[in-house]
């Protein structure tokens, strides 16, 4: 139904009477489930007893709080993992800010 409402509303026929009814009701819904999830993100803070980061740098400073690896190792995993497979390519001599504007050589 979500996918309809916005094929509906993407395509300007949420004001046909087959649509009117139930595409208003059933966007709102969504936001409020996605309302929802996110605010459940936030304030999710620990699971199990071990605290999770929000940020790689949280991550960094949690493990040098608690004097492990844990997070540095699970990053340097996740990370060899998606260069692996070519999910990005290695630009030399070229700052973020530049590659973001796509002033790529």
């Given at each position: 139904p979500i996918q309809v409402a916005e094929y509906a509303v993407a395509n300007q026929i949420e004001e046909e009477p087959a649509f009117r009814w139930w595409v208003?009701?059933?966007?709102?819904?969504?936001?409020?489930?996605?309302?929802?999830?996110?605010?459940?993100?936030?304030?999710?803070?620990?699971?199990?007893?071990?605290?999770?980061?929000?940020?790689?740098?949280?991550?960094?400073?949690?493990?040098?709080?608690t004097g492990t690896l844990h997070w540095t190792r699970a990053i340097e995993k996740e990370m060899k993992k998606i260069l692996s497979m070519g999910s990005f390519e290695v630009v030399e001599g070229m700052t973020p800010e530049e590659l973001r504007?796509?002033?790529?050589?």
């Open positions: 208003p009701f059933t966007l709102k819904k969504r936001n409020r489930i996605v309302s929802k999830v996110k605010a459940k993100y936030w304030k999710t803070d620990s699971k199990f007893g071990i605290r999770l980061p929000k940020t790689v740098e949280e991550a960094y400073r949690i493990d040098k709080e504007k796509n002033a790529t050589k």
